[in-house]
Protein backbone atom coordinates (compact mmCIF):
# COMPACT_ATOMS: atom_id res chain seq x y z
CA UNK A 1 0.00 0.00 0.00
CA UNK A 2 1.38 3.67 -0.84
CA UNK A 3 0.85 6.45 1.67
CA UNK A 4 -0.67 9.83 0.44
CA UNK A 5 2.83 11.29 0.50
CA UNK A 6 4.13 9.01 -2.46
CA UNK A 7 1.15 9.30 -4.61
CA UNK A 8 1.86 13.29 -4.57
CA UNK A 9 5.23 13.26 -4.67
CA UNK A 10 5.65 11.98 -8.24
CA UNK A 11 2.69 14.32 -9.58
CA UNK A 12 4.03 17.49 -11.88
CA UNK A 13 2.78 20.82 -10.60
CA UNK A 14 2.18 23.57 -13.13
CA UNK A 15 4.47 25.62 -14.70
CA UNK A 16 2.65 28.85 -13.75
CA UNK A 17 2.52 30.78 -10.07
CA UNK A 18 -0.67 30.37 -7.74
CA UNK A 19 -2.18 33.71 -8.37
CA UNK A 20 -2.36 35.89 -4.56
CA UNK A 21 -6.05 35.60 -4.56
CA UNK A 22 -6.31 32.33 -4.69
CA UNK A 23 -3.96 31.51 -1.94
CA UNK A 24 -6.13 34.09 -0.27
CA UNK A 25 -9.12 31.83 -0.71
CA UNK A 26 -7.52 28.89 0.25
CA UNK A 27 -6.59 29.99 3.56
CA UNK A 28 -9.88 32.08 4.49
CA UNK A 29 -11.42 28.34 3.88
CA UNK A 30 -9.32 27.18 6.43
CA UNK A 31 -9.90 29.89 8.77
CA UNK A 32 -13.77 28.60 8.79
CA UNK A 33 -12.90 25.86 11.11
CA UNK A 34 -14.69 26.03 14.48
CA UNK A 35 -11.63 27.43 17.05
CA UNK A 36 -10.66 27.14 20.73
CA UNK A 37 -12.46 29.31 22.67
CA UNK A 38 -13.81 31.10 19.14
CA UNK A 39 -9.94 32.74 18.75
CA UNK A 40 -8.44 31.86 15.51
CA UNK A 41 -4.54 31.23 17.48
CA UNK A 42 -3.43 30.47 13.41
CA UNK A 43 -0.83 32.55 11.06
CA UNK A 44 0.06 31.68 7.78
CA UNK A 45 2.77 32.34 5.79
CA UNK A 46 3.01 31.81 2.13
CA UNK A 47 6.26 30.64 0.59
CA UNK A 48 7.25 31.67 -3.18
CA UNK A 49 10.87 31.66 -2.83
CA UNK A 50 12.86 28.62 -4.71
CA UNK A 51 15.34 28.62 -1.77
CA UNK A 52 13.35 28.61 0.92
CA UNK A 53 11.15 26.01 -0.71
CA UNK A 54 14.38 23.57 -0.81
CA UNK A 55 15.15 24.05 2.18
CA UNK A 56 11.30 22.90 3.56
CA UNK A 57 11.66 20.62 1.68
CA UNK A 58 14.19 19.04 3.60
CA UNK A 59 12.87 19.82 6.93
CA UNK A 60 10.43 16.12 7.02
CA UNK A 61 10.87 13.01 4.73
CA UNK A 62 7.16 13.73 4.00
CA UNK A 63 7.65 17.18 2.40
CA UNK A 64 9.88 16.14 -0.53
CA UNK A 65 7.86 17.28 -2.86
CA UNK A 66 7.53 20.71 -1.66
CA UNK A 67 10.73 22.06 -3.64
CA UNK A 68 9.02 21.70 -6.67
CA UNK A 69 5.56 23.48 -5.91
CA UNK A 70 4.79 26.79 -6.90
CA UNK A 71 4.23 27.95 -3.22
CA UNK A 72 3.78 26.13 0.38
CA UNK A 73 1.33 27.80 2.90
CA UNK A 74 3.25 27.03 6.63
CA UNK A 75 0.48 26.80 9.24
CA UNK A 76 1.11 27.75 12.81
CA UNK A 77 -0.67 28.90 16.11
CA UNK A 78 -0.07 31.16 18.84
CA UNK A 79 1.56 29.36 21.90
CA UNK A 80 -0.64 31.28 24.03
CA UNK A 81 -3.91 29.94 22.86
CA UNK A 82 -2.26 26.38 23.51
CA UNK A 83 -5.08 24.85 25.60
CA UNK A 84 -5.29 20.93 25.58
CA UNK A 85 -4.78 20.34 22.29
CA UNK A 86 -7.84 22.71 21.00
CA UNK A 87 -5.53 24.56 18.74
CA UNK A 88 -4.15 21.52 17.46
CA UNK A 89 -7.16 19.68 16.43
CA UNK A 90 -8.14 23.54 15.34
CA UNK A 91 -5.44 23.13 12.77
CA UNK A 92 -6.29 19.82 11.60
CA UNK A 93 -9.41 21.11 10.47
CA UNK A 94 -8.29 24.13 8.95
CA UNK A 95 -5.49 21.67 7.11
CA UNK A 96 -8.10 19.58 5.96
CA UNK A 97 -10.80 22.95 5.04
CA UNK A 98 -7.82 23.89 2.78
CA UNK A 99 -7.24 20.90 0.83
CA UNK A 100 -10.85 20.59 0.35
CA UNK A 101 -11.08 24.14 -0.85
CA UNK A 102 -7.99 23.37 -3.56
CA UNK A 103 -9.63 20.70 -5.15
CA UNK A 104 -12.63 23.02 -5.70
CA UNK A 105 -10.57 25.47 -6.94
CA UNK A 106 -8.78 22.98 -9.40
CA UNK A 107 -5.27 22.91 -7.76
CA UNK A 108 -3.70 20.28 -5.67
CA UNK A 109 -2.86 20.41 -2.53
CA UNK A 110 -1.60 17.95 0.33
CA UNK A 111 -0.69 18.56 4.12
CA UNK A 112 2.34 17.82 5.24
CA UNK A 113 2.27 17.12 9.28
CA UNK A 114 5.32 18.60 10.98
CA UNK A 115 3.16 18.52 14.75
CA UNK A 116 3.90 16.94 17.01
CA UNK A 117 7.73 16.42 16.08
CA UNK A 118 9.49 18.39 18.12
CA UNK A 119 12.58 18.71 15.61
CA UNK A 120 10.70 19.40 12.68
CA UNK A 121 8.47 21.86 13.74
CA UNK A 122 12.11 23.89 15.46
CA UNK A 123 13.82 22.96 11.88
CA UNK A 124 10.92 25.15 10.30
CA UNK A 125 10.36 27.75 12.48
CA UNK A 126 14.33 28.46 12.16
CA UNK A 127 14.10 28.29 8.24
CA UNK A 128 11.34 31.16 8.25
CA UNK A 129 12.08 32.97 10.78
CA UNK A 130 9.30 32.57 12.46
CA UNK A 131 8.57 34.88 16.18
CA UNK A 132 9.21 32.90 18.95
CA UNK A 133 5.18 33.18 20.02
CA UNK A 134 4.38 30.91 17.82
CA UNK A 135 3.99 27.08 16.86
CA UNK A 136 4.63 25.53 13.83
CA UNK A 137 2.24 22.82 12.49
CA UNK A 138 2.33 22.11 8.74
CA UNK A 139 3.38 22.15 5.39
CA UNK A 140 0.72 22.59 2.91
CA UNK A 141 2.53 22.78 -0.68
CA UNK A 142 -0.21 23.45 -3.50
CA UNK A 143 -0.14 23.89 -7.14
CA UNK A 144 -0.25 20.77 -9.25
CA UNK A 145 -3.28 20.04 -11.08
CA UNK A 146 -5.86 18.75 -9.26
CA UNK A 147 -7.36 16.68 -12.38
CA UNK A 148 -4.47 14.26 -11.84
CA UNK A 149 -5.52 13.46 -8.37
CA UNK A 150 -6.11 9.91 -8.12
CA UNK A 151 -8.46 9.60 -5.05
CA UNK A 152 -9.24 5.85 -3.85
CA UNK A 153 -12.44 5.08 -3.45
CA UNK A 154 -12.59 4.14 0.24
CA UNK A 155 -16.16 3.73 0.76
CA UNK A 156 -17.34 0.65 1.94
CA UNK A 157 -20.71 -0.28 2.82
CA UNK A 158 -19.89 -3.18 5.43
CA UNK A 159 -18.55 0.11 7.52
CA UNK A 160 -22.47 1.70 7.91
CA UNK A 161 -23.68 -0.23 10.82
CA UNK A 162 -27.43 0.99 11.00
CA UNK A 163 -29.00 1.24 14.74
Request: include cysteine; glycine fraction near 4%; hydrophobic fraction near 40%.
Amino acid sequence: MTSIYTRVSIRKYQDRPVEKELITEIIRAGMQAPSAANQQPWEFFVVTDRETLQKLSEASPFAKMTANAPCAIVTAYRKDCRLPDYAEIDMSIAMENMWLRTDELGLGGVWLGIAPLEERMNAVEEILNMPENLIAFGIFPLGYPAEERKQADRFEEARIHWL
